[in-house]
């Protein structure tokens, strides 16, 4: 900034730029400042692109007219780019623009920043330090403080904005009434930059905060996924019997890995005997387990020869299935017995009477 | 003289490619405008000195309206040729 740049200086800076030798730039300067030069003197103008037009003067004084280059003085003068030229209203001039920009740059308009004072701060008015007062009269009124009648009679003698000042420092500073008064800049400064350092404290941004608070959400978030992908996964969506039958065909029912969890019970029924009705009781034929790949349809499939006796599979089991669409693996269902239902695969009316139960389900639950 | 004729010119003296000329000239150029936009003068011997000069904010008369005119601040580059340059010019007309 505004320093002088020689001619070694501009040659190393442009064989710096231009990959040359300092001493091929150097050369190069000298013979375009003497082309410059003998042109001018030949009373001819000469341009070079990105530096400007000299021309001839008129004058002995001013021998030679430059004209700078449209982009260099546009680069120059980019700092005032956004500025136009400005019509006034008649009547304006100089002064009151200058007083309407003091006016715009008032004090709390070029401090925005400053945080309000505190209110223990603001009892003690910062210009109090800077008035000018006496020293014979803060002597007077420091020995005069305890005895406000001797503080009366010392201040007529005083002049008339000293005798303010003797009033006002004891009521405003009594714990530093005895101090001297240079001791009240200090109280201030102190309070001010101590108040000051804890709004900048607590206004600055603490990067381990915001770490934090993201690793706390970031693990409550895990925590309700894992919770819902465990809930929900394992639920098999038996609602669509068509789609189980596609899935059944694939399925080994007779796998080993399932023997052991099904349990066959006798098929006779027990007749209890009363002394006056005859209630029959039916044992379930079998237990099963619902697995990622046995639904409810493929147990009906299996044991009844038709999917759609599933219905009766969950009406006997309805206190372990709460919501048919919605069983979870390893679930032992119970598959009644074929006779407490009426069921039979090859009887069209026991094929519908399921039908008709799965739609009166299906309105119930709706 | 122009640019082109300014290369040529240059390019015969030198010895060089043209294409090396125009880009000296053109470093010559970015060089200039960067110590002048950082307000720098930049001193030629024997030739002149090119110098920055800002003009304040002010008021301007314009004469055909009689408005009054407020011209924003600017940056002026100023040439001015070392003596010899001048002798140079003033001998030779």
């Given at each position: 900034?505004?320093?002088?740049i ?7 800076k ?11 730039a150097?050369e190069f300067?000298?013979?375009l ?7 001018l ?5 000469i ?6 037009s000299?021309a001839?003067?008129l004058?002995?004084d001013n ?14 003068n980019?700092?005032?780019?956004f ?5 006034l209203?008649?009547?304006?001039n100089?002064?009151m623009?200058?007083r309407s920009?003091?006016?715009t ?6 401090l925005p920043?400053i945080?309000?004072?505190p ?6 008015p ?8 006496p020293?014979h009269?803060v002597?007077?009124?420091?020995e005069n ?12 003698e005083t002049?008339q904005?000293t005798?303010?000042v003797?009033e ?9 009434s005895?101090?001297a008064?240079t001791d ?8 001010y930059q101590?108040?000051n ?15 934090m608070?993201?690793?706390?959400s ?6 309700f996924t ?5 809930d929900s996964t ?14 059944s ?10 023997a ?9 029924t ?10 029959t009781?039916?044992k ?5 387990t619902?697995?990622?790949s046995?639904?409810l349809?493929t147990?009906?499939?299996k044991?009844?020869g038709d999917?759609?006796?599933w219905?009766y599979?969950y009406?006997?089991?309805d ?9 979870k693996p390893g679930t032992?269902?119970?598959?009644p017995?074929?006779k407490?239902?009426?069921?039979d ?6 094929v519908?009477?399921?039908?008709a139960?799965?739609a009166e389900?299906?309105?119930d639950?709706? | 003289?122009d ?8 390019a ?5 490619d043209?294409k090396?000329?125009?880009a000296?000239?053109d470093?010559?150029?970015t060089?200039m ?7 720098n003068?930049?001193?030629l011997p ?8 800002k003009e304040?904010?002010?008021i301007?008369n ?6 009054q005119?407020l011209?924003?601040?600017s940056?002026?580059?100023k ?9 140079k010019?003033?001998?030779r007309q």
């Amino acid at each position: 900034m505004n320093k002088k740049i020689t001619f070694p200086q501009l040659a190393a800076k442009l064989a710096g730029l231009t990959s040359s030798s300092e001493q091929t730039a150097e050369e190069f300067l000298r013979e375009l400042l003497n082309l410059i030069s003998e042109t001018l003197s030949r009373g001819e103008s000469i341009t070079i692109k990105g530096l400007g037009s000299f021309a001839p003067g008129l004058s002995d004084d001013n021998p030679v007219i430059w004209s700078p280059d449209e982009s260099l003085a546009e680069a120059v003068n980019r700092p005032f780019a956004f500025f136009e030229p400005v019509v006034l209203a008649e009547g304006v001039n100089e002064e009151m623009l200058e007083r309407s920009y003091q006016d715009t740059m008032a004090p709390e308009d070029q401090l925005p920043d400053i945080p309000p004072i505190p209110k223990t701060v603001m009892a003690i008015p910062p210009e109090i330090p800077k008035i000018p007062v006496p020293e014979h009269a803060v002597e007077e009124s420091q020995e005069n403080v305890p005895e406000p009648m001797q503080a009366t009679e010392s201040a007529t003698e005083t002049e008339q904005p000293t005798e303010q000042v003797i009033e006002e420092i004891p009521e405003r500073t009594e714990p530093a009434s005895s101090e001297a008064e240079t001791d009240l800049e200090p109280i201030l400064t102190e309070e001010y930059q101590d108040y000051n350092e804890y709004s900048e404290n607590h206004k600055r941004f603490n990067p381990w905060w915001a770490f934090m608070i993201g690793l706390l959400s970031g693990i409550v978030i895990g925590y309700f996924t894992y919770y819902f992908i465990n809930d929900s996964t394992p639920v098999i969506n038996d609602s669509e019997p068509l789609d189980i039958i596609s899935t059944s065909d694939s399925i080994d029912i007779t796998a080993v890995a399932y023997a052991d969890t099904i349990v066959t019970y006798e098929t006779d029924t027990a007749e209890i005997h009363t002394s006056d009705t005859v209630i029959t009781e039916f044992k379930p034929i079998a237990i099963d387990t619902v697995t990622t790949s046995r639904y409810l349809t493929t147990m009906s499939r299996k044991y009844y020869g038709d999917y759609r006796f599933w219905i009766y599979i969950y009406l006997d089991n309805d206190s372990v299935i709460k919501n048919p669409n919605r069983i979870k693996p390893g679930t032992a269902i119970k598959i009644p017995d074929p006779k407490k239902y009426d069921i039979d695969a090859n009887d069209p009316k026991s094929v519908k009477r399921a039908e008709a139960r799965i739609a009166e389900s299906i309105a119930d639950k709706r | 003289m122009d640019h082109k004729a300014v290369t040529g010119q240059l390019a015969k003296i030198l010895g060089r490619d043209s294409k090396d000329i125009t880009a000296l000239i053109d470093g010559l150029a970015t060089t200039m405008r960067d110590n002048l936009c950082d307000m720098n003068t930049v001193a030629l011997p024997g030739f002149g000195e090119f110098i920055p000069e800002k003009e304040d904010e002010h008021i301007q008369n314009d004469l055909s309206t009689g408005q009054q005119i407020l011209i924003p601040p600017s940056i002026n580059i100023k040439f001015s040729p070392s003596a010899i340059l001048k002798r140079k010019i003033n001998d030779r007309q």
